[in-house]
């Protein structure tokens, strides 16, 4: 296979892997936040996830090869995904809860208009988790790659053994 045909490859496989994991972080961090709010009755929850599931693929489809290919090119795919993945689902439900407010808040025309609002401070607070821990993970790349280029710099030392010629 040639060079660009790998690239490609390996892409399509990073778009589908985002979103997958686009649409399994939004899914829980939806389960989380609802069961954590308890705010919808049970029959409407099975929709509710879908829609946060399919606007997780939506969003993890593109973003993830996006800032693969551009920060995170020497962090390893799996570490990549699944340290994206845990800060997406814990970002998504942070701001689901966070946009909680009291309840003289909920019962003003502010307070209805803020709970329509809510799955967007979910997908505010799921985008901010998933861009700290591509930041995080660049910045730990960086510095392991940084401390492996120093330890190959390290002169080592030649043991020279005698060459016996008989």
């Known amino acids: 296979m040639a060079r660009s045909g790998r690239i490609a490859a390996v892409t399509a496989g990073v778009i589908a892997c985002g979103a997958l994991f686009g ?14 709010t308890g705010e919808h009755a049970a029959a409407e929850i099975p929709g509710l996830l879908a829609g946060a599931a399919l606007a997780g693929a939506v969003l993890g489809a593109p973003l993830l090869p996006l800032v693969g290919w551009l920060f995170l090119r020497r962090v390893p795919v799996g570490l990549a995904a699944l340290g994206t993945f845990a800060c997406t689902a814990a970002g998504g439900v942070l701001g689901w809860i966070l946009s909680n407010g009291s309840d003289e808040v909920w019962a003003s025309s502010v307070g209805q208009l803020l709970r329509g609002l809510r799955p967007a401070h979910a997908a505010l607070g799921a985008v901010t988790g998933f861009v700290l821990a591509a930041i995080l993970l660049r910045i730990h790349s960086g510095a392991a790659g940084r401390a492996a280029h120093e330890l190959s710099r390290v002169p080592r030392r030649i043991e020279h053994q005698p060459i016996i010629r008989g």
């Open 23 to 36: 649409a399994a972080a939004a899914a829980l961090a939806a389960l989380i936040g609802l069961l954590a």
